[in-house]
């Protein structure tokens, strides 16, 4: 099973590296992490994603918590917040294709970010299901390079983390 | 937060005022060029600093001092090779939960990142070992990061929190504040334990019939001891405990049951086996206690007493949690227990105490080393037992009788060889109204003997009972039962004389090599008042029974008859 876990700490030097040695150290998987500054200069929030029954997200989030400077670990369930990845293409392209990506990045509410004569970027957000359609057909005209930001999430709601 | 008038001193003194105020009186350390304007500093203190021959030693004995008087001990390094020599020590007292504070110096701010004459990345090091750490970048810090640093190492579970001390840091000027309390936002550990769980519990306890308590170094961190024995003698429980939670109930009460586990008593491997519930109270599930997971104590519900939350169901399923201090817990839990129905339980745990005890085969002629640790305990009923590691530690957890918390210092967690010396040494300094015995193999008290300069030159009249069976015996032991006898490289007889090796350093060097001199030579080494290393010449292939084989259940034991 996936957890999203949102995790306040302190906005400090070191603070990631010992979030993410943690993992490491423990065993656990990270399948993406993302983190930030919040509305609060002195804090940061990390969004990781873990694979793990409950045992392991039990386990993790006490080990997290037992680091002195996290402030908060909550999981954020899937059903009631709002989760997003940004990710940019960049795809092979000639002007027989051109028009054919770009009605793919207009179905999707991507959007073109460069052009160039061989290939364009397309800039895309949304959830993880959403990323992995686009790339999917982009596939097909050749991705030269990817990258993605890993996924951030928030509760909906007035509700805070 | 502070209080009180601010004055200009730099890092170095700040940094020694504040250890002041946090009550310190004795750091063990070795200098070096990266902590040399701290040294400077501390050569018109009244901090008493002992100087040890090898930084692992520094570490170790902080954290004797800290398990023998249940302060946090402080130990001082120079930065890279001095800050990693620290590391084996801060590994040690990270895994047994024991408050030290590492003082680390560092190249100055300015080299950091160039791979700088003698630099290392010691915070990054010792992130997995240390509760927390700190690289201090702004020396007006220094007073806001001693304070966390104690309240941090002390607090909820004990561990070793470090400093890293930049050398330019140490020798700036500062305005010294020292602040009066501590605001961490991520750190708030809970004490308390939560009511209805208690009741809970208590409820638990009356319902069952055959109840076993099992305790763990938590119990000695809290001084819980009183409270643990009130608990058992009310429900009258017996009570079992984890290498660690040695001493918290004396050997002899009526209802202690030994050690449990790897090498636990039988009786106490059975009792927790067939028991229908346990009270475990500051231990952890280590491997070593549960054996096979899947087969311990099968027919048991579980009550589990311990101030860190991720403690609790980490390996075993936990029916009511109780996060809090062992002691408070202990006490509010008393208020709502009476005896429970145990009276045939506790019948038939005595008649297992009769049937199986523990026992080795007596010799005439050969020194064994059961008997050394026998002759240890009647000739120095209170002392501060310390250990190395390997077949001795176990003998003495088995063989010595223990009526005091904090007299039985051995590295449980993390398994140090090396531990037991320096150990003994911070001990004493800690405690030198105590006999302070350190009972040793001949492979580990090789590892840390270069401190006998050190308690010679201090004064420090620790006795070190060398157990010399001319093996790394435990190593040997497992190579016997699981290898075919196959002794790689665990033969290290001839290595040193050990009566020369003390004298060459100005201590006492004594050796017995028949039964009789055994208990006139630990006598006379004792009474000396001088540091001393007793070698005893003790039976090469006795073995460590009870066992439990790794991977097997904790009630599939190999005892003294079967080999
Ligand atoms: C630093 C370190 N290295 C290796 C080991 C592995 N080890 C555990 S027990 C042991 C043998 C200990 O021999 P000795 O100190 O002579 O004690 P004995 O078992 O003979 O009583 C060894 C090598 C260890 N625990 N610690």
Same mark, same amino acid.
């Given at each position: ?28 998987? @990270? ?8 509305? %609060? ?5 990390? !969004?990781?994603? +873990?694979? *793990? #029954? ?49 009605? @793919? ?8 970010? %460069? ?5 364009? !970027?397309?800039? +895309?957000? *949304? #959830? ?34 | ?563």
């Amino acid at each position: 099973m996936k957890h999203t876990l949102a995790v306040l700490v302190e906005n400090k030097s070191g603070v990631l590296s010992r979030v993410a040695s943690l993992f490491s150290r423990r065993g656990y998987n @990270i399948d993406s992490l993302a983190v930030g500054v919040t509305e %609060d200069p002195d804090i940061s929030r990390i !969004t990781i994603v +873990v694979h *793990g #029954d409950d045992h392991v997200l039990e386990q993790v989030t006490k080990q997290l918590n037992k680091l002195i400077d996290v402030i908060k670990v909550s999981d954020i369930g899937t059903d009631d917040a709002v989760e997003r990845e940004l990710a940019l293409i960049k795809v092979s392209a000639d002007v027989d294709t051109r028009a054919e990506i770009m009605q @793919i990045a207009n179905i999707f509410r991507a959007r073109i970010v %460069d052009v160039a004569p061989k290939s364009m !970027t397309v800039e +895309v957000t *949304g #959830d993880e299901s959403k990323i992995q359609a686009i790339e999917k057909l982009l596939r097909q005209f050749g991705i030269k390079e990817m990258v993605r930001t890993g996924k951030i999430a928030m509760v909906r709601g007035p509700k805070k983390v | 937060m502070t209080t009180g008038s601010t004055e200009k001193v730099n890092g170095a003194k700040a940094l020694i005022k504040c250890l002041e105020k946090e009550g310190v009186d004795t750091l063990f350390g070795y200098p070096g060029g990266q902590i040399i304007p701290f040294y400077n500093e501390l050569y018109d203190s009244d901090l008493r600093h002992i100087l040890v021959r090898h930084e692992q030693a520094a570490a170790h004995a902080a954290d004797g001092y800290a398990r023998a008087t249940g302060k946090t001990g402080v130990c001082v390094s120079t930065s890279g090779p001095g800050a990693t020599n620290l590391v084996t020590g801060i590994a040690t007292a990270y895994m047994d939960s024991v408050p030290i504070v590492a003082l680390t110096g560092q190249v100055p701010r300015s080299l950091i990142g160039n791979d700088a004459f003698q630099e290392a990345d010691i915070t990054g090091i010792t992130q997995p070992i240390t509760k927390h750490n700190y690289l201090v970048q702004d020396p007006q810090e220094i007073p806001r990061i001693v304070k966390e640093a104690f309240h941090i190492a002390s607090t909820g579970r004990p561990g070793p929190v470090l400093i890293d001390l930049p050398k330019d840091v140490q020798n700036i000027e500062i305005d010294l504040q020292y602040p009066d309390r501590v605001e961490l936002r991520g750190y708030k550990p809970t004490y308390k334990g939560n009511t209805q769980q208690i009741k809970r519990a208590a409820e638990e306890i009356a319902n069952s019939c055959r109840p076993i308590i099992y305790a763990g170094g938590g119990v000695i961190s809290s001084n819980a001891s009183a409270e643990l024995v009130e608990l058992a003698e009310t429900i009258v429980a017996p009570v079992t405990t984890t290498l660690m939670g040695i001493s918290c109930i004396p050997t002899e009460h009526p209802l202690y049951v030994g050690m449990l586990g790897m090498h636990g008593c039988k009786y106490a491997n059975y009792a927790i086996q067939e028991s229908d519930l346990i009270i475990a109270v500051g231990a952890r599930f280590d491997d070593r206690v549960t054996g096979k997971l899947e087969s311990f104590a099968p027919n048991a519900r579980v009550i589990h007493i311990d101030v860190d939350p991720a403690e609790i169901s980490k390996n075993v399923k936990v029916h009511i949690p109780i996060v809090g201090d062992a002691k408070q817990v202990l006490k509010s839990l008393i208020k709502y227990v009476q005896c429970c129905k145990s009276a045939e339980w506790i019948e038939k745990v005595n008649q297992w105490k009769k049937e199986y005890p523990l026992a080795y085969r007596k010799s005439q002629d050969t020194i064994m080393p059961q008997f050394v640790i026998e002759q240890i305990s009647e000739a120095c009923k209170d002392a501060i037992i310390v250990t190395e590691v390997g077949q001795h530690q176990m003998w003495a957890a088995q063989f010595f009788k223990y009526s005091k918390p904090r007299t039985f210092l051995t590295s449980g967690g993390l398994g140090t060889m090396g531990y037991g010396f320096p150990a003994a040494m911070g001990a004493k300094v800690g405690r030198p109204d105590k006999t302070v015995i350190n009972i040793a193999g001949d492979g580990s008290f090789q590892m840390n003997s270069q401190e006998l300069a050190t308690v010679v030159q201090n004064d420090i009249p620790v006795v070190s009972v060398v157990l010399n069976n001319g093996y790394l015996g435990m190593v040997r032991q497992w190579q016997e039962l699981f290898y075919d006898r196959r002794y790689s490289y665990t033969f290290i007889k001839g290595s040193v004389d050990f009566v020369k090796l003390a004298e060459a350093y100005g201590a006492l060097g004594l050796r017995a090599e028949k039964p009789s001199e055994v208990r006139p030579a630990i006598e006379e080494a004792v009474k000396s008042g001088r540091p001393a290393v007793v070698e005893v010449i003790v039976e090469c292939e006795a073995n460590v029974y009870p066992m439990v084989p790794a991977g097997a259940a904790i009630n599939e034991i190999i005892d003294l008859e079967e080999h």
